[in-house]
């Protein structure tokens, strides 16, 4: 069921974007909103990952134009002046420079004083019935894909406990280097930075069936409120878990204080996780690579059950890194026979095989 396929289905609260058929006879207007706290140090980079977070919804729908965005800045009563005359440009700037990316541009919005830093937006797309895809029409043998590795959460945090230097990094700092840290937490930003447009714009080429972007509630969280929405009686089971490199080992090492191989560690600007069919989905990862330059992974399997998501027991951590050349990627696995093999990326990959990128 590609595009609307279902008369003026009206979607508001529960899903990325709310979905309003016009009073213009074959128009919707699709629309979202988000806000959060700063969680990186560079005021522009976190500009982009506002935007690109608000974005975001609107693509796992499938929504690849957007008509105008808003944007939501609460300027915090604790900067100094110069702190204030620093920091709000710069986060500005970045919002504005990932929505020209977007093709769109910024047309209104509002502005506080607050206790706290805060940046987001509203975007808004007026599309036709063909330009958006209803979430809601997974079917017994679809896989699931998801495009931006997860443990954001986990990169930000181990920076700042690297800068603070205190109990936390002492657990972790004999598991992970501190130019691992550095590392993944660079890589975190530019995956936060990053745009799901190709992925939403794929969406349509290879037939899904449904998507979600994975934010707050983690890859679980969302993959389970992404099956309650099902028109069949359907249900998603994950397989593989692709991570920031090293931020599995950091979770486990924190016993497990993230959950992020229980897959309930929040995401921010996460990548799309997308419902399709057996024979199509290596080709989207294959196209997206094609494209982008980035990995894409296909992470499980929808069978028939009670519209609930699950993660197998023992689920296969996918090491991911960003190369120099700013491509996303598996990690290459190590030689055999090297003595720093790490045994999680030795594991066989539960449950049934598949062709990844």
């Known amino acids: 069921m590609q595009g609307l396929g279902f008369g003026n289905q009206k979607i508001g609260i529960g899903l990325d974007s709310c979905v309003i058929p016009l009073r213009f006879d074959g128009l919707s207007l699709v629309q979202t909103t988000d806000f959060f706290y700063p969680l990186v140090d560079d005021p522009y980079v976190m500009g982009k990952i506002a935007c690109a977070n608000v974005l975001s919804d609107l693509y796992a729908m499938g929504v690849t134009e957007c008509d105008n965005m808003l944007m939501l800045l609460g300027v915090s009563s604790k900067f100094t002046e110069k702190e204030r005359d620093v920091i709000i440009p710069q986060m500005i700037s970045g919002f504005k420079q990932a929505a020209i990316e977007a093709g769109t541009s910024i047309n209104g919005g509002q502005t506080v004083l607050n206790p706290w830093c805060l940046i987001g937006g509203v975007a808004t797309a007026v599309c036709q019935n063909s330009e958006f895809i209803m979430p809601n029409a997974a079917e017994p043998g679809d896989v699931l894909v998801l495009t931006k590795p997860l443990g954001t959460q986990v990169a930000c945090n181990a920076h700042q406990w690297l800068e603070q230097r205190k109990d936390k990094w002492h657990k972790i700092k004999a598991i992970v280097s501190e130019e691992e840290v550095e590392k993944a937490y660079h890589d975190a930003m530019l995956s936060m930075a990053r745009l799901n447009r190709t992925a939403a714009h794929l969406m349509h080429q290879f037939q899904c069936h449904g998507a979600t972007d994975v934010t707050g509630f983690g890859i679980l969280g969302h993959a389970d409120n992404l099956a309650k929405q099902q028109l069949q009686e359907v249900s998603f089971v994950i397989h593989n878990l692709p991570c920031i490199n090293k931020m599995a080992a950091i979770t486990k090492a924190c016993t497990n204080l993230f959950g992020l191989l229980q897959g309930t ?25 094609k494209v982008e330059g980035h990995h894409a992974w296909i992470i499980g399997v929808v069978e028939k059950g009670p519209k609930v998501a699950r993660i197998i027991d023992k689920p296969r951590v996918i090491e991911v890194e960003t190369t120099d050349e700013g491509c996303v990627q598996t990690v ?3 030689a055999a026979g090297n003595p720093a093999v790490d045994d999680r990326s030795q594991q066989p990959s539960p449950g049934p095989q598949f062709s990844n990128q």
Do not use: F, N, V
């Open 265 to 289: 560690s929040a995401e921010t600007s996460g990548g799309l996780l997308i419902c399709l069919p057996r024979e199509q989905a290596a080709k989207y990862c294959s196209e997206i690579k």
């Open 332 to 334: 290459p696995a190590p």
